[in-house]
């Protein structure tokens, strides 16, 4: 059995291509180059298996959000970032109603 494979029972229908991973955020945030976005690169080279849980996404979130609030001036160029931010809010929903 896969290492991560404890994580697919808490979604209905869903198998891990369709979870958040390192390399997804990876790419969404690499060409940012804020002190919030090597944070959180660190954090997921350091700290995150490949499919973060529940609760390092919750770390993500906020530190997205952190640079959002720092930096944003609502010009396309935050696009990417605030759709990884929308992606990982969703999948943190989806884990958390799945969990009840």
Do not use: W
Request: hydrophobic share 30%.
């Amino acid at each position: 059995m896969k290492k991560y494979s404890h994580m697919v029972r808490f979604f209905s229908g869903s198998n891990q291509s369709d979870l958040i991973n390192q390399k997804t955020i990876n790419e969404k945030i690499k060409s940012y180059g804020f002190i919030e976005c090597g944070q959180i690169q660190l954090f997921l080279k350091n700290v995150c298996d490949i499919y973060p849980g529940c609760s390092e996404l919750k770390y993500i979130r906020d530190k997205l959000k952190e640079c959002l609030s720092n930096h944003d001036n609502q010009s396309d160029y935050f696009e990417s970032m605030r759709s990884i931010l929308f992606d990982i809010n969703e999948e943190i929903k989806s884990r958390i109603s799945a969990e009840i």
